[in-house]
């Protein structure tokens, strides 16, 4: 019932105006997209500018980044407000020319998935802010790299031109490398090693492929608008598709590309960790979207068994390791693959549904991935210990974090009345038509990660307590503040993925709904893969 | 205004030699002393304004020996930004000697601006040599040693240019670049015209300090002054880079005899010198494998023998020139290894910006001035075809940028050490040095952001080179 209703709202959308949504219209600024990049970049150049003897306005810096990530909410509130949901065209589009000599322009602009990315990323602000609110060292520093990584994230979003999108992604991994390093667990050099390693091979395969279409194309223009239309040989399409796929494995990360992961899932500071999981990691399959599936028909339809293959091996991979970890931070991070999994085989189905199920799987994965990193690194802090052999029975004395893991693994899973659910609803309905062994290996796979959390829950949470462990306490208001937020994104998603609307009527009370405004552009990312209909003289 | 067009080579080469001879004659007072780094670096950069206001006025000079087109526009300015910013943001406490310090930088300046300017081949090798002794001299007022290895390493590299270039005289029957580019066209690519044209190359990749050429000039840094360090590794490898722009430009007619050894050459260069980067201890030495890797890319964009690859070359030399010739000067004192900048980032946070933006700039790591450059000549690569070059010095990009992430870490993370266990001083904080290295950060961060008129120009410039 949800899934038809949901499909609907992508599907039956015609070229009619959007609905009017109170407010719409009120603000309108040609630099929107501009804002939600450069200032994060300024804020952070301001806060490294600042004076602040013997760490005194340490507070005053923590302030200035929420505020700074709540208004960006704010005005990309009013960019999902007023995005034309019925639009199949870039919108709030900037062109300069930048590098005029080799092609490249600093064009920017979103259409449906490009918006949903960027609401997952003002959201995913948010809560790496409030989850970082107890760092009390070097200040300073951490709130300037975090800032910086969100530009980052939402430069590469926004990217219509495939410079401006190299710029982006090969920029995020320093200030990430540097916050792992300097405010990460005891194994953080590894883990920092490791991140820079699997995005440098990435972004190396990023600029060969980009490098690739540039010639292919005939070397006048980066724009996506030119690159990605380029009629270009079955060939050099599988070659570009390659290097594509590498990029997006070490980002997303799928198997066996996953080497950081774990590392970087376990050992960096909580906020960290969840913009990594939440948005930065995102940015693979977001990438796989716009390179592989939307532009290289061919090579897309060569490579979708081999992306369905390294989809389940993810998410089977992750679920079995999770079960077998001894420690809460790792098991996390493990689980924390399987809806990027989920993305990848929803993007190999190749389906119009399925990648409508795809671009909500950005969202609704992005968030389940970071509640549930940032839900087991909250409670192995309060609890003391990350080791599932000292963590136990503690739903009593924690049931904030009881409620929120609880709430992080059903949306890992995809039950019911959460975003995740919509998606993989979509992925599955798509894939079982073209991947049927890829959408049961991951399938299968989801099994496996239901039996890892139960056992999970039972041994952390819902056994008899440890009498040697460590003292616990429940979540503080920061803490429960960040972690029901993203709880919070996916139950909204869930329930209303097409927008509350006022009762007895269509007309949407104040949100138009994800699905409506991520369906702006799928169908031309789709068209390719449209079966002709009966009688359409095709 | 074509009398002009000479006034900023006048003007630097007269300062450097008042400069020597009032050192020498001891006319300098205590008290001009404190301001004369302020003075000469406020005539370097009176010297860069008349460049840009009266370089843009065509013409030729002594029966066509120099000439001033839009290349020598672009490279003149390069090099005269980054010696006015070397100036403004060294720390003079940590230098040999003042007048000297002042005086050779403006003779290596003085040497790329002739050769930039060069329109015969003598003109381009007596640029490049005194550029190269300028950096001999520095290196010997602290390490005689070693400046006696450059000189040793550099006579053979003089040695092997000086036959290369003989050879290619013969050959054309004309020392002229643009008569030579003018007389190959008709001609072939022959064993004859590809032995000379291996030993020009191997001449000036020993003066660039190429991976694996840095016989001496790496280890030379490493013993050199701050501002030696960044004489050595900027101005005397932007020279060789500049003659080696030129020169090619002169072959591309027959790209034969020179695309493969040069490209071996580049790939070399590109990851090597990102691994010796990843590998090197010291902070000097990681800043000179990162520069000895980005050369490397301005090499490559020579490979593809297309305008839009040299363009990119010399729009990467450009920032090249900034970062390596600034690098070691913002860095100042940096003998007791990677610790001695421990808690830079706090203690001195212009200087540790300054010295971050350097070192992210050489690597190439976006979005500053390294990474436009070497995004344009990687593009030129593509669009040449050459895609294992690509490829490689993709990868030497990425180990580049991980050493850095290392020095980074000192500078941000570590705390600095108490004043009992410093080994070595923290930069003296002046307010020049202050203003010069927030000057340097602002010029590597808006290399990117003016990129297109940047790369516009050096377009131009290697159209002036006969390119099309």
Known sequence: ??????????????????????????????????????????????????????????????????????????????????????????????????????????????????????????????????????????????????????????????????FVLILFWAAAAIPLAMLVIGWGGPRRYPAAWRLLGYWGLGTGALVVGTMTLYAASGGGSFDMDVLLKASISPRVQLAVGLFMLVAAATRLPLFPLHGWARDVYSEAPVGVTVIVAGSASRLGAYLLLRTLVAAEPSAAHLLSPLLAALAAVTVGYGALVALRALDLRQAAAYLALIPGGVTALALAALQPLSIAGAVLSLFAGGLAAALIVGVCATLSERAQSR????????????????????????????????????????????????????????????????VALASLWRRVLFSSPNPDAPGVSDASLGETWYLGLLAGGLLWVGLFPGGPKLPGTDSPLFDQGLVNVMAAGISDIASPYVLPTPGSGQ | MKNLVLLPEALVAATAVILLTAGRLGWISPTARRSLPAVVSLLTLVALGIELWAGATLGSYFEGALVQDRFALFAKAAVLLAATIAFAVVDWTAEDSLTIGLAMPLVATFGVMVAASAGDLVALWAGLELAAAAGVVMVALRRPDLALRLVVTGGMASAMLLIGLAFLYASAGTSSLATMRAVLFSGAPTLALAIPVFFVISGLAVRAALAPFQLASIPASLGASPLGAGLVLGLVAAAAATVAIKLVAALTPIPTVYSTYLEVIAALAMVGGGAAALAAQSPRARLAYLAAGQIGWVAAGLVTHYRSGLAGSLFLLGAFAVAATCGPAVMGRADGGEHALAGMGALRPARAAGLTLAMLSLAGAPPLAGFFGEFAVAAALAQS?????????????????????????????????????????????????????????????????????????ADQGAEALGLR
């Open chain 1, 1 to 162: 019932m949800i899934w038809q209703s949901v499909s609907q709202a992508v599907f039956a959308a015609s070229p009619s105006p959007t609905p009017t949504v109170p407010g719409a219209g009120i603000f309108s600024s040609s630099l929107l997209l501009s804002l939600t990049v450069w200032v994060p970049v300024a804020v952070a150049i301001a806060i490294a500018a600042m004076p602040n003897p013997r760490g005194r306005y340490d507070t005053l810096m923590k302030q200035i980044a929420f505020f700074t990530n709540l208004g960006m909410m704010f005005v990309l509130g009013i960019a999902y407000n007023q995005f034309q949901s019925f639009l199949p065209t870039v919108q709030y589009e900037e062109k300069v020319p930048w590098l005029q000599a080799v092609g490249a322009t600093y064009h920017l602009g979103v259409d449906g998935p490009g918006m949903t990315m960027l609401i997952l990323s003002g959201l995913i602000g948010i809560v790496s802010v409030l989850a970082s609110l107890g760092v009390r060292e070097r200040v300073r520093s951490y709130f300037c790299l975090l800032l910086l990584t969100q530009a980052t994230v939402n430069g590469a979003i926004v990217a219509r031109d495939m």
């Open chain 2, 385 to 457: 075809g050459h895609f294992a070059l690509l490829a490689l010095g993709v990868f030497g990009s990425a180990l580049s940028v991980a050493a850095v992430a290392g020095t980074l870490r000192v500078m941000y993370i570590q705390s600095p050490p108490d004043e009992a266990r410093r080994t070595t001083r923290p930069p003296v904080l002046t307010g020049l040095s202050s203003f010069g290295a927030v000057a340097f950060c602002v010029v590597i961060a808006a290399y990117g952001i003016l990129s297109s008129p940047i790369l516009g120009l």
């Open chain 1, 387 to 450: 080791s599932l052999q000292v963590l136990a029975g503690l739903a009593p004395r924690m049931p904030i974090v009881t409620w929120l893991m609880v709430i992080a693994g059903l949306a890992v899973l995809g039950v019911p009345f959460l975003a995740t659910f919509d998606s993989e609803l979509m992925t599955f309905f798509g894939s079982f038509k073209t991947q049927p062994i890829g959408a049961f290996a991951v399938a299968a796979g989801l099994a496996v990660a239901a």
